[in-house]
Structure formats: C-alpha cells, structure tokens
C-alpha cells in the first residue's frame, strides 16, 4: 500500500520515528537536549542544511519530528513545526513573515490572546492591522494593502462559532499575493482541511483536541517548505521548542484522534438539539443545527460539527455566572478539547480583555456559554446542563 493510499486513521496511527536497533514497536521518548556528529564534516552538513538531522533538541528531536510528521500528512502539508503552546504558534505563525511597516488583515472574532498580539504586540514593532467581520467577503478584499503580508482568521471561531468560507477567502489572498494563516484549532485535521481549500499556512493549539486529555501545552505550524523554513528560523532563534515529553504524548494522541472527535461530535449535536428545547436558553450555535446561519457552508467544509456549542442564557451576565455556578459534574474551566466536558464563560474569562463593545461585536454576549463537549455518557452531560438551567 502506498502512502498516498493510506487512509486518515491508519496514518495517525502508523506513522512512526525509524526504528532503532532496538527494534522498539513504539518510540521511545528521546529526553536529550544534544545529538552527537560522526565526524567534522557531518556536524558542517547538519549546519549547513545539506542533510537532514537533529543537531539540539531547541531545533528539532525525533519524538517532535514524529508528531508534526503525521500532522504534515493528515493536513496536506509539505513541511511543519512543532512549538511550545498554541500561541506561540500562532504568533511565530505571524510574526515569520512581517516586518515594521507591514500590515495583517484579521477576521474580527478572534481568541483573546490572539487579539492581543495583533493590537497590542506587533503594533510594538510597527505592523498594523485591519479587523474584518467573518461574514463580510468582500470586506477582507477591500481591506488589503499595498504592504499586506497576510490574512488571518478562524474558522469556526472562538467562542461565537462563526464559520469563514475558507474556499472564498483563498481567491482573495492568492488574487493579492498575500499569506492565508487558518487557525484550524476547533476543527482538528480530522474534520476540517484548510491546506485542501487553498490556504498556504495551517496553526494549531495541539494543547486542545490534538491531546484530547488535557495534559500538555502544544502548538503546530504547517504549510509549504519555503514557508516553513521563515518559521523555523524564527523558531530555531528564540526558542519556543516543543519537549519531547509531550512531543510523544501528542504523537499518540493522534493515533486515537478519529475516535474521539467522532464520539465527540455525536455527542455535541445531541447536546446542542437539547439545549434548542430549553425554555432558558435563547440562542444556540453548532454548525451542523441546521438553525446556524452559516450551516450550508459548515456541511460544505468540515466532515463534522466539531464539538464545541454555544449558547446564550436568558437574563444576562447573571444568569450566565448562575448556571456556571450550579454545574455539578460539568468542569468550570477556560480549556476546551479533554475528554472532560468543560462549560466556559467567555464575559469574564478567555474574553476579558476586550472591551464590552469588542465583545458583542464578535458575538460575545453576557450571557454566552461555551461548552466543549466531552466523552462522558450523553445522558450525565445534558442532566447536569438541565439541573444548571433549572437552579
């Protein structure tokens, strides 16, 4: 069977470092800082990019190689890097390819610390940028200039699951020769192939879904070689490496990644068609509830619904912080992506930063509730949502 024939799950599961004469059936975890050279002129090759090799663990380790290669192949990407969080990758996924003077195009509803580095940090070094509503096409290509280098977005987005035409927007990037960077996070590669609709540059937080169990920080870069080698060099320099602790521990997360996101996802629909019958919530978003607005569009780019809904409470910011309160078995946590369900409220957590205006204006309303669905039986989560909405 040839690579090209290898289906999703038996990539994420067969994919592995070259064995070593231990003829190891799992990979060991190489807790090294340093490698060692044959000789001068194989420490000149590996230093020189003339062959392939691990030189120091800061710049690349086999149990990261082995992760971001199986995220390189189930993404549809050329080249990849592993990095030390979600947002370390998302910067160094901005910061690789702009200099002062440079301008970012962004989709407005964006996580809260990633808002934080468009307005905050890289105004520091004189890049600029202009926000964009998610549903506004014709906005993203109005809104770039002469010095844009890149257009930014999420999709579906954190917390409003606001959907972007992935397809659409790759015209408009390719039509002005700038960067498509996707935060693929929500997705995962399993549901969502932003590579496969046109975009150049793929960013996860592995820290989220890729892990699955809440125990590692994480992020990934991915996209064309020439890309991928602006990041690594940034990344080579200051230093946000990956450990090859959790390097290892994510690469077997992705072996059980199809499993859990199916069960995850079945059970968020489920979730989300009861919470549409509660007389306590007044707005429900999941892009495969055909009530979403942008539902066509859902069923067109992603495999499934994901497994994060949101819902807005009757009666505000308090009876948001009611409910959160009243959970029982239900995690109060700003994470998403474990086998946990977690129930969040953006108001006054993952969102807080941004003012009340920026908040509603990405959707973000008082009594907005994000919950990341868990693998926990269907009936113990919809009781504790139902006992919550009822105190």
């Not at 997360?253 to 009861?274: G, I, P, Q």
């Not at 969040?344 to 908040?359: F, N, Q, V």
Request: aromatic share 8%; charged share 20%.
């Amino acid at each position: 069977m040839s690579q090209e024939d290898k289906k999703f799950e038996t990539i994420a599961v067969r994919a592995q470092t070259e064995r070593s004469h231990n003829r190891e059936h799992s990979v060991p975890i190489y807790a090294t800082s340093s490698f060692t050279f044959e000789d001068a002129d194989h420490a000149s090759a590996l230093f020189s990019d003339e062959v392939e090799g691990n030189i120091y663990s800061r710049y690349s380790n086999p149990n990261n190689d082995e992760f971001i290669d199986k995220l390189v192949q189930l993404e549809g990407a050329e080249a990849g890097i592993a990095t030390s969080s979600g947002m370390s990758a998302m910067f160094l996924s901005i910061a690789s390819f702009v200099k002062s003077g440079d301008h970012v195009v962004a989709s407005r509803s964006l996580f809260g610390s990633t808002h934080q580095i468009l307005t905050q940090l890289l105004p520091r070094w004189g890049v600029s940028h202009t926000y964009v509503d998610f549903d506004d096409l014709e906005g993203f290509d109005k809104a770039v200039q002469p010095n844009t280098k890149m257009i930014f977005i999420e999709t579906p987005s954190n917390p409003a699951i606001d959907l972007i035409d992935i397809e659409a927007l790759a015209k408009i990037a390719n039509k002005h020769n700038v960067i498509l960077n996707v935060d693929n996070c929500f997705a995962t590669p399993y549901i969502q192939n932003p590579i496969a609709l046109g975009a150049h540059i793929v960013t996860h937080s592995a820290t989220k879904f890729i892990d699955g169990q809440g125990r590692v920080l994480a992020g990934a870069i991915l996209g064309t070689k020439e890309h991928m080698n602006e990041v690594k060099f940034l990344s080579r320099h200051t230093g946000p490496a990956l450990s090859p602790f959790h390097g290892w521990i994510l690469s077997k997360s992705l072996e059980t990644l199809a499993v859990r996101m199916d069960k995850h996802c079945d059970n968020a629909l489920k979730v989300a068609k009861a919470l549409e019958g509660f007389p306590q919530v007044q707005m429900v978003k999941y892009p495969f509830l055909k009530s979403h607005p942008q539902y066509d569009l859902a069923k067109k780019q992603m495999r499934l619904g994901g497994a994060i809904v949101s819902f807005e409470i009757k009666g505000g910011v308090e009876a948001g912080k009611k409910f959160w309160d009243s959970l029982n078995m239900i995690s109060r946590s700003s994470n998403l992506g474990d086998t946990r369900t977690i129930a969040t409220h953006p108001a006054s957590t993952t969102h807080s930063k941004l003012s009340e205006e920026e908040r509603l204006s990405v959707g973000i309303t008082p009594g907005l509730i994000r919950i990341s669905v868990g693998l926990e039986h269907l009936d113990d989560i919809i009781g504790d949502i139902k006992q919550a909405l009822e105190a």
